[in-house]
């Protein structure tokens, strides 16, 4: 992801999220300049078309929704999932899988051993077909955090299994 995508992340957030989970410009340089080697886009025909927003998190730090200070932390411990869209033109394409696998092998990069994301909007089942299970333990999430994110959001953990990339 570079700077200029940004106008085109935007218009890829709107066709897919709800107006609640619509973040200002603002909060998607935050991230992307903390952390420019764990946002990816996807480009169909030069256009972009598809975005993934992961950052280095450590414990239980997650950024909130719509905050535009984030900061990578000094010591991450897990790599957290912030944002995956697909566009309308891209949708069945097979994006969504080469962008996780991005991610994985990124989080491997860093040495991290769990990849972590917050399901909104009903995505619970698609989130699945990538290796992602419900996580109520509370380690990294709470459930005041959880709520802030909407009344049906659940936090999925992908662990990587010990001597494998995935």
């Known amino acids: 992801m570079l700077q200029r995508d940004l106008a085109a992340v935007l218009l890829i957030q709107q066709q897919c999220y709800s107006s609640d989970f619509q ?9 992307w300049t903390a952390s420019p080697d764990t946002c990816w886009v996807a480009e169909l025909g030069g256009e972009v ?7 280095p998190i450590q414990g239980s ?16 411990d897990w790599l957290y999932v ?5 566009g309308h033109t891209a949708r069945g394409t097979g994006l969504a899988s080469v962008l996780i696998q991005q991610a994985k092998v990124q989080r491997q990069g860093l ?5 972590g994301l917050i399901a909104v909007q009903g995505s619970c089942m698609f989130w699945r077909k990538f290796g992602f299970e419900v996580d109520e333990s509370e380690r990294l999430v709470s ?7 909407g009344a049906d959001a659940v936090f999925m953990l992908q662990r990587r299994q010990s001597g494998t990339a995935a």
Request: aromatic share 8%; hydrophobic share 45%.
């Open 143 to 149: 459930a005041d955090k959880l709520v802030t994110f």
């Open 49 to 55: 078309c598809a975005y993934l927003v992961c950052l």
């Open 111 to 115: 040495g991290l051993q769990n990849m």
């Open 23 to 31: 973040e200002p410009v603002e909060a998607f340089e935050s991230k």
């Open 61 to 76: 730090q997650l950024p909130a929704l719509h905050a535009s200070d984030f900061r990578c932390a000094e010591r991450a």
């Open 82 to 86: 912030h944002d995956l869209a697909i």
